[in-house]
């Protein structure tokens, strides 16, 4: 699986959008882009993933650039409860078995 | 609910004893994995099952740990003669997969060990 790259840390505004970043410049033409969160004392809760397009769900967007070297998760509207770190993967999406390969992750922390 | 539930939540024990943990995944999905995640760090790849056959293994998985899906159902976990560098949150998580794709992995609330 391709390696992500992602800031060790980010601070929003209660309100504001949340814009995490994530570059993944190995990326291979059948990875996909998947993003998870995990707030303290808890497992990591999936949020979105995609291949190409951009995709957008109830929880965040995620957007992909055309080369598909990074990618940013949107939280168009961060609370509290969006403080979590946040996990940018990539991995083949197939029948056989493809286990996610975390990193350190982005330390989201929603400021009131 | 109806989310994947591991038990117990925390464990405490002394170095040298066994311990077990249990998984039990959501009742559809066919594929079950095991992490582990220690303090500051991302999870941990263990192992995986694809209904009662265990699949793959990580190099993290020594022959202290055993991991047994028998019916294709609940999982469980066991780590002999435990040392103070098994303390860690080991967590369960399970997806729906076919020929073609792999639903996304729902994670439990993981156990979180403390050897002493």
């Known amino acids: 699986d391709a390696k992500t790259t992602q800031p060790p840390s980010m601070d929003c505004a209660e309100g504001r959008a949340a814009n995490l970043p994530c570059n993944h410049s190995t990326i291979s033409g059948n990875e996909y882009v998947y993003w998870y969160r995990q707030i303290h004392s808890q497992g990591p809760q999936y949020i979105i993933h995609g291949l190409k397009n951009n995709e957008t769900n109830e929880m965040a967007s995620l957007i992909i650039t055309e080369d598909r070297k990074s990618s940013t998760l949107i939280l168009p509207h961060a609370t509290l409860r969006d403080t979590a770190v946040y996990y940018c993967?990539?991995?083949?999406?197939?029948?056989?078995?493809?286990?996610?390969?975390f990193g350190s992750g982005t330390q989201l922390t929603v400021l009131p | 609910d109806t989310g994947v539930s591991q038990n117990p939540r925390h464990k405490i024990t002394k170095r040298g004893q066994n311990v077990t943990f249990r998984c039990d995944p959501i009742s559809e999905h066919n594929r079950l994995y095991w992490y582990r995640q220690t303090l500051g760090q991302g999870p941990e790849f263990l192992t995986y099952?694809?209904?009662?056959?265990?699949?793959?293994k990580s190099r993290l998985l020594s022959d202290r740990f055993s991991a047994e899906r028998p019916k294709g159902s609940f999982s469980t976990l066991e780590i002999q003669r435990t040392e103070q560098g098994d303390s860690a949150m080991y967590l369960c998580a399970s997806s729906l997969g076919g020929l073609t794709a792999i639903s996304p992995l729902h994670f439990g609330n993981g156990t979180r060990l403390t050897v002493t």
């Open positions: 993967i990539v991995s083949q999406l197939s029948g056989s078995a493809r286990q996610l390969t």
């Open positions: 099952f694809q209904n009662e056959a265990q699949l793959e």
